[in-house]
């Protein structure tokens, strides 16, 4: 009598980092951040870090970190898009850099490559 087992091993690892991050400011102060998802180590993305940041030397801010969760797994290579506006405490006539990280059951990507600046604007109630 023969036997034979196949055993097929999976490695679980970190998401590669987003790509294609894109920016742009539909209104004064607010802007849409987009990207693609990458390889996601063989599970399925659960949510998508975004870093804010403030790249201008002469404003303090803090850089603003936003989770943005997924309602339900997706696969691979899927492209995104999140609104940041004044409820995220941007401030208007500021330059802003963003970087996107996937995140996993296993962990979280290295930091995609940053945007191209965004300048917000004055926001006035007329």
């Not at 009598?1 to 209104?27: K, R, W």
């Not at 303090?60 to 936003?66: C, E, G, Q, S, Y």
């Amino acid at each position: 009598m023969l036997i034979i087992c196949i055993y097929i091993l999976t490695l679980l690892e970190t998401p590669d980092p987003p790509v294609n991050v894109t920016t742009y400011a539909p209104e004064p102060m607010a802007f849409r951040v987009n990207w693609t998802s990458s390889f996601d180590g063989n599970r399925q993305h659960q949510y998508f870090s975004l870093t804010i940041d403030t790249p201008d030397s002469t404003i303090t801010a803090p850089n603003i970190v936003k989770n943005v969760s997924l309602e339900h797994t997706q696969p691979s290579y899927i492209s995104y898009s999140q609104r940041i506006d004044s409820s995220e405490n941007i401030l208007p006539y500021t330059n802003y850099t963003i970087t996107v990280r996937g995140c996993n059951i296993i962990g979280c990507s290295k930091s995609s490559n940053s945007s191209k600046k965004i300048l917000t604007e004055q926001y006035s109630k007329f």
